[in-house]
């Protein structure tokens, strides 16, 4: 396969698999957990199995160990009181908000897990961050910012959702995928992979850590309130 180069090009992919360090490689030199569900390979969403293109945890006792499939098994754990320190959970197509999918049922997805979590042993120490890959318009009236050769892609919904996240809060303040690991490799004192993550803030706007723990609200056959959102407006 081909691979976008940094100045915008086509150049030659690794075949088979990638072999660069990973968040999980981060988590397992510090012997910390980690899971990651998804479709299996061949159904729908199975494409979004990250960890299928990295040669280390797909040829490895890993790949049968902490990848898991289905990832409804994510209900199971939770409720077994299993859930890993770092969780990946990954939609099947029909929930996963693409228009091609024709299907209404990934809010009650992500709400299932949400509210698995809100009712557990996790919840007091917990952060959910729900995002996107894309907006729903597939289009964005402000420019994303040049931050390298790429840029940034527009911009795409993440709610945030603990006990410790800030109320009725929207934030402003320029985030990118990468500040979800960036925030993960602050709160467990990881290293940082060097890369986006190191550029990216922390999200620790969302956050107020000198609350109380706030008591989970059941969201199921409720309408979706996140305790803190970051929403695109016209500001990065």
Request: proline share 9%; aromatic share 14%; charged share 20%.
């Amino acid at each position: 396969m081909s691979l976008v180069g940094p100045n915008g090009t086509e150049r030659p992919g690794p075949f088979p698999c990638f072999t660069y360090e990973t968040f999980a490689d981060l988590l397992d030199n510090r012997g910390m957990s980690w899971r990651f569900y998804a479709p299996s390979g061949g159904t729908s969403g199975g494409i979004w199995s990250a960890f299928d293109s990295y040669s280390k945890i797909r040829n490895g006792p890993e790949w049968t160990s902490k990848v898991i499939s289905p990832e409804t098994r994510v209900l199971t754990d939770i409720a077994a009181g299993q859930l890993a320190q770092v969780t990946w959970i990954v939609p099947t197509g029909a929930n996963s908000d693409h228009p091609g999918s024709y299907s209404k049922s990934g809010p009650d997805w992500v709400t299932s897990i949400v509210d698995d979590i809100g009712a557990s042993q996790f919840w007091n120490n917990t952060a959910i961050f729900i995002l996107w890959d894309d907006w729903g318009g597939w289009y964005d009236h402000v420019p994303p910012p040049q931050l390298d050769e790429m840029g940034l892609s527009f911009r795409v919904p993440l709610i945030v959702v603990s006990p410790y996240a800030r109320h009725g809060y929207v934030s402003h303040v320029q985030h990118e995928f990468g500040s979800i690991l960036h925030f993960t490799e602050s709160d467990f004192g990881l290293p940082s992979l060097g890369q986006t993550d190191a550029r990216a803030d922390d999200l620790s706007d969302c956050f107020d850590f000198t609350q109380s723990p706030a008591p989970f609200v059941h969201l199921r056959f409720t309408p979706l309130r996140p305790a803190a959102e970051t929403l695109p407006d016209d500001d990065f």
